[in-house]
């Protein structure tokens, strides 16, 4: 059996937001390094996510380090955004379906988050 976490690699490596569809629990929850209130649903969670494929996926994403439990993953990435070295985690939670339950994102440094958050608002309000 495939798990979320390899299912999320593959999707990460094939750049397809696509696949989140049958990856997410319908109840996820997704934790923005930006917005202060949990993002709750399949929905929403789907447009941030997919969103972040267009913005973060930019050639210099890459992700340099795992922690692995049972049904959690800490993924530590790196990329730059205009000019900016960026250093993040996600932090990632699955049920016993193999579905994504939970997918918080924390960024560093603080010019680097702004830098993401600057890419995502605009992605997000292009996309409506």
């Known amino acids: 059996?495939?798990?979320a976490l390899q299912?999320?690699?593959q999707l990460v490596s094939e750049q397809n937001p696509a696949g989140l569809q049958t990856?997410?629990?319908d109840e996820v929850v997704f934790y923005s390094p930006v917005v202060h209130t949990p993002q709750r649903g399949k929905a929403i969670a789907m447009k941030y996510l997919s969103t972040a494929f267009g913005v973060l996926f930019n050639g210099s994403f890459r992700y340099v380090g795992e922690i692995v439990g049972a049904?959690?993953?800490m993924l530590e990435f790196e990329l730059v955004m205009?000019?900016?070295a960026v250093n993040g985690?996600?932090?990632?939670?699955?049920n016993d379906s193999g579905q994504i339950t939970e997918f918080k994102v924390m960024l560093r440094p603080r010019k680097g988050l702004e830098a993401v958050a600057i890419a995502m608002r605009e992605?997000?309000?292009?996309s409506g």
């Open 1 to 3: 059996m495939t798990t």
């Open 7 to 9: 299912q999320w690699h």
């Open 23 to 25: 990856l997410l629990a």
């Open 71 to 73: 049904q959690q993953a």
């Open 82 to 84: 205009d000019g900016v």
């Open 89 to 94: 985690i996600d932090l990632i939670s699955w």
């Open 123 to 126: 992605a997000l309000q292009a």
